[in-house]
């Protein structure tokens, strides 16, 4: 059995503006990097064998404190790449539901967004899906740790399960620097062993 640990990175400044980042190479803010340090000591007590990312700075980042506590190489992955938002990338919600209304309802609804230069989700779910599985092939029977976004981990994981566009829908998206956790061997192929996990929020 492998262990997939598919973590999202920490948060950044567009996060908290609730922008559409997209594959824009956006950086963790001071509390993203805060998260990912974190995130990181607890982790690292999961023995990971070896650590993949998407090649994008907030995952880089995210990836780099695990890695610093570890001593493991991050090897960047850019099929782990969040969703390309086409047009949408940089404006905030506001911002496209005012110049795409019809759009943006479809994507609430979790429908393919068509025109705007965005990604269509079968494409996505394909790319990262492919991503994750070779990932496997870094440690067969260790840990792999796979660093990547909250739309193209929901997506990712529901591919692998074979999971529709509605069924993917009913799953909240990753928050910033929680994962979720699979195994996979031959002959139960994929589990779902626990999703958006996460250090407890300060109170």
């Known amino acids: 059995m492998t262990r997939l640990i598919i973590w999202r990175h920490g948060q950044t400044e567009w996060n908290t503006a609730k922008r559409f980042q997209g594959q824009t190479d956006t950086h963790l803010d001071a509390v993203g990097v805060a998260q990912a340090t974190a995130a990181a000591a607890v982790l690292a007590a999961e023995s990971p064998d070896a650590i993949v990312a998407s090649d994008l700075s907030r995952t880089a980042a995210t990836a780099a404190a695990l890695a610093a506590v570890t001593g493991l190489v991050v090897h960047p992955e850019?099929?782990?790449?969040?969703?390309?938002?086409?047009?949408?990338?940089?404006?905030?919600?506001?911002?496209?539901?005012?110049?795409?209304?019809?759009?943006?309802?479809?994507?609430?609804?979790?429908?393919q967004v068509t025109g705007c230069d965005i990604e269509e989700l079968d494409d996505l779910g394909k790319r990262v899906a492919a991503g994750l599985t070779e990932a496997l092939d870094r440690a067969p029977g260790g840990t792999v740790v796979a660093v990547t976004h909250g739309g193209a981990a929901r997506y990712g994981i529901g591919t692998l399960f074979g999971w529709s566009h509605d069924e993917v829908a009913?799953?909240?998206?990753?928050?910033?620097?929680?994962?979720?956790?699979?195994?996979?061997?031959?002959?139960h192929g994929w589990t779902l062993r626990s999703y958006n996990v996460g250090i407890p929020r300060p109170r």
């Open 170 to 187: 009913r799953f909240q998206v990753l928050r910033n620097c929680h994962w979720s956790e699979l195994a996979h061997d031959d002959r």
């Open 78 to 111: 850019p099929r782990l790449r969040e969703r390309h938002f086409g047009a949408w990338q940089g404006l905030t919600r506001a911002e496209v539901e005012a110049a795409f209304p019809d759009e943006f309802q479809r994507w609430l609804r979790a429908e």
